[in-house]
């Protein structure tokens, strides 16, 4: 049954609807059918009507046509529990107060591309069954509190595809138990704060292409199915990134990627398992923890380079994982200097070679030294010349210990260079085969 605003029903009657408006009452719904589309940003009022004036807690169903087009709502929104049947555009529109759909219903597409939300945005619980853009569209302004997110998405369901391109995020953004079911695209977003992604599912192909986070991004308890593509193709990470509890067991693309700084002053995010978002004042910066999820997602990347036989890009997150190594067992410096200047921890047979040519070298001359009793004196004649290169050689070779340079006999000083030089040339063609043999096998 149809009421209008004279019928029999005692709550609806009293309700100031305009009369192109129809509203009817039925199990646990009220449904709204506004004739009128040139006249439907009155909607809200009847929505606030019902809900405030006449205490009426059904969910409301929307039948009419929602579309707006660069306008300019200085007053807040609130279309919470509500079904909407067609679909709903928001374009080029500017909301200067709060905006709630929270436990909404979206049947049809969804559009709020290039508007602008100047202060809260409320779609937790919100259900998207079509297409939904929010291309070029800005969220909340750099003075909004850090430590409680007021954009939110919190548990949104997206069941098609959701596309963020070049869309700015002023304020961190809540998207916690959030589903997105098929395409996530962010591409050329923009994150200005720090940003957690936790229990986000990614479910279909997400893209992060060219997205700037200017903070610690962090994704956290992620889930992915067997058809899940995460791509952060291009993008850059201004303070790095966590991925050590991603989750992330599908295809991931890392190609281009740029990390500015792979140990980020600013690290409370990462030291951290809280899901408060995100006040650098109210966290203690675990340091070692920091350590260990920083590390983890370089060996996440560098493993994602290696299965496709990219050596450069592998190479390269290798030496970010071991340089955060470094920090954690600054007992094992020393090691770790060897290994990433004999063969660049496995990555290079030719960084052998020349530390191999060095170290024996330097240990020549030591040798030199002490045999002659600190009486070197240089002579750059031929024979000189390549009677020295030939006791070089004499003194690399490890299986020798019968060398008698110019035919002098080395000294107990002499023995004790040539012992311990011999085992660094040792250590360098050691060092240089396994990495000579691991780029063969790339």
Not at 353 to 378: Q, R
């Amino acid at each position: 049954m149809s009421y209008e605003l004279d019928i029999t029903n005692e709550k609806l009657k009293t309700g100031k609807f305009p009369d192109y408006t129809k509203a009817e009452e039925r199990d646990d719904e009220i449904i709204v059918s506004i004739s009128s589309s040139k006249k439907n940003d009155e909607i809200f009022e009847i929505i606030k009507d019902i809900r405030l004036n006449l205490k009426i807690d059904k969910r409301i169903v929307i039948q009419g046509n929602l579309q707006f087009s660069s306008e300019t709502f200085t007053f807040e929104i609130d279309c919470s529990n509500c079904i909407f049947e067609k679909e709903v555009v928001f374009q080029n529109c500017v909301f200067q107060k709060k905006i709630a759909f929270e436990g909404s219903i979206f049947q049809k597409d969804t559009n709020f591309e290039k508007s602008k939300f100047h202060e809260d945005v409320n779609f937790e619980n919100s259900t998207f069954h079509e297409d939904v853009n929010f291309k070029r569209t800005i969220f909340g302004n750099t003075s909004m509190p850090e430590n409680k997110s007021q954009i939110s998405f919190k548990e949104a369901f997206f069941e098609r595809k959701v596309r963020f391109h070049r869309a700015k995020f002023k304020t961190s953004i809540c998207f916690e138990n959030t589903v997105f079911n098929d395409l996530i695209d962010f591409y050329l977003a923009s994150f200005q704060k720090a940003q957690q992604f936790w229990l986000t599912d990614f479910l279909g192909v997400t893209i992060f292409s060219n997205v700037e986070f200017n903070d610690q991004v962090q994704f956290l308890y992620n889930k992915v199915s067997a058809n899940s593509i995460i791509s952060f193709e291009g993008a850059i990470f201004k303070k790095s990134l966590d991925l050590s509890r991603a989750n992330f067991w599908c295809k991931l693309n890392f190609w281009n990627i740029k990390i500015d700084n792979i140990y980020p002053k600013a690290r409370y995010l990462y030291g951290t398992d809280s899901v408060v978002l995100l006040n650098e004042n109210l966290f203690t910066d675990d340091e070692k923890n920091a350590q260990e999820r920083l590390r983890e997602t370089y060996r996440i990347i560098k493993n994602e380079f290696s299965k496709e036989s990219n050596i450069v890009e592998s190479s390269k997150y290798l030496q970010y994982e071991m340089s955060i190594y470094e920090k954690e067992k600054k007992q094992d410096k020393f090691l770790l200097f060897l290994n990433k200047y004999s063969n660049n921890f496995g990555y290079s047979w030719i960084r052998g070679i020349l530390f191999t040519i060095t170290i024996s070298l330097l240990f020549y001359l030591g040798f030199l030294y002490a045999i002659t009793n600190c009486n070197l004196c240089l002579d750059l004649s031929y024979v000189s010349f390549t009677q020295t290169i030939r006791y070089w050689l004499e003194f690399m070779n490890i299986t020798n210990w019968n060398i008698k340079p110019f035919g002098i006999e080395y000294s107990n000083e002499g023995y004790i260079i040539l012992f311990i030089g011999r085992l660094f040339i040792s250590y360098g063609y050691y060092q240089t085969i396994q990495a000579f043999r691991k780029y063969g096998k790339k």
